[in-house]
């Protein structure tokens, strides 16, 4: 069954540090990699996506992430987390068979930033 | 903020009812999936349109059902609705070329509660 998973429920770091949110995903074919944020009563914004190329993916707002096809993951990281950044984090993934474009999700990581 | 828009944003019904949420997709966008987001859950997906025609769809019971229009707008139907069916429902456009979605940007979505 295809899938993503999202290890940790919740991260929390403090304003300045580092951050990484976790994904691993189970899908056939070359998949397609995305990330989106959700702040509370929105819809999800979309941050930044892999598909070929070039491990490291940056995106907006000073997020990246790297693809590691061995370990089959997409981590988020950002090199200084800001108060800001405090919001829920999906992990999705197009199947690289099939062109219905369709996304599976993970199940959400929520980023708390403290000052 | 994407130029996908959703409406209505609130919506309280009784199970048994019929609702229908619209849709209008990003200037330069020709397909339209739609999303079911259960409280605490990430996005499922429940079908996709192209071409006013559906072009994939999830794991969701006849009952779900779509249109879209020659200006890529869409319509989410639910008929006899159920408890379980109350969620954040979750529009998203995309441009397909070639057979290939590109990058879904996502509405603010409808929130539908079934009493």
């Known amino acids: 069954a295809q899938s993503v998973a999202q290890p940790e429920d919740q991260v929390n770091v403090a304003e300045g540090n580092p951050l990484t949110v976790k994904c691993t995903y189970s899908?056939?074919?070359?998949?397609?990699l995305f990330w989106y944020v959700q702040y509370p009563n929105r819809g999800l914004q979309f941050l930044l996506k892999y598909i070929t190329g070039d491990n490291l993916v940056k995106g907006s707002y000073g997020f990246e992430a790297e693809f590691n096809k061995s370990q089959t993951s997409f981590h988020l990281k950002k090199p200084s987390a800001l108060v800001s950044d405090s919001a829920l984090y999906f992990c999705?993934?197009?199947?690289?068979?099939?062109?219905?474009?369709?996304?599976?999700f993970g199940q959400g990581t929520t980023l708390q930033v403290k000052p | 903020e994407t130029g996908v828009t959703q409406s209505p944003t609130h919506l309280i019904k009784t199970r048994g009812q019929q609702v229908t949420l619209r849709c209008s997709s990003q200037?330069?966008?020709?397909?339209v999936s739609w999303y079911q987001q259960a409280l605490g859950q990430g996005p499922q997906f429940i079908f996709q349109y192209y071409r006013e025609e559906e072009n994939g769809r999830g794991n969701f019971p006849p009952r779900f059902s779509g249109l879209q229009f020659p200006n890529y707008s869409s319509e989410l139907n639910v008929n006899a609705l159920e408890l379980d069916d109350s969620a954040l429902y979750l529009c998203a456009s995309s441009v397909r070329l070639a057979g290939l979605t590109d990058t879904q940007y996502f509405g603010p979505g409808t929130r539908l509660t079934v009493l």
């Open positions: 200037s330069g966008h020709n397909t």
């Open positions: 999705a993934v197009r199947p690289g068979s099939g062109n219905t474009g369709k996304l599976i």
């Open positions: 899908v056939s074919g070359n998949p397609y």
